[in-house]
């Protein structure tokens, strides 16, 4: 069973950065895909960025130019991890922010707890 730990939220002013951290433990080897989403306060969750094992990677137009996805297997397969470099923030930005892994072995969606990000002067 994969489980996802997020970290790296807060506050920041607006042109701020940030960096979250997803790290994904139990049966790694068969994530396929890690990603990002976030919900804002009266809409729905949206797409920020996924990144495969592979190292393909996606972006929401939103995100497109300040927003990086990377991702760190471990040689082990003993854990997988996230990272979002969000660069430039804007209130916009503001959200709660998802981790997501599509397990290929379960073609089960796992998601994260969420971590606060709040972009404001």
């Known amino acids: 069973q994969v489980q996802l730990m997020e970290s790296g939220g807060g506050l920041v002013q607006p042109g701020g950065s940030l960096r979250l951290s997803c790290v994904a433990s139990g049966n790694n080897f068969s994530i396929k895909v890690m990603g990002w989403y976030r919900k804002a306060p009266g809409k729905q969750r949206e797409l920020v960025a996924t990144?495969?094992?592979?190292?393909?990677?996606?972006?929401?137009?939103s995100g497109k130019g300040r927003f990086t996805i990377s991702r760190d297997n471990a040689m082990d397969n003993s854990k997988n991890t996230s990272y979002l470099q969000m660069n430039n923030l804007n209130p916009e930005d503001t959200a709660v922010y998802y981790c997501?892994?599509?397990?290929?072995?379960?073609?089960?969606?796992?998601w994260g707890q969420g971590t606060h990000v709040t972009v404001s002067s």
């Open positions: 990144i495969s094992r592979g190292g393909t990677k996606r972006y929401a137009d």
């Open positions: 997501h892994a599509y397990v290929l072995y379960d073609q089960a969606d796992i």
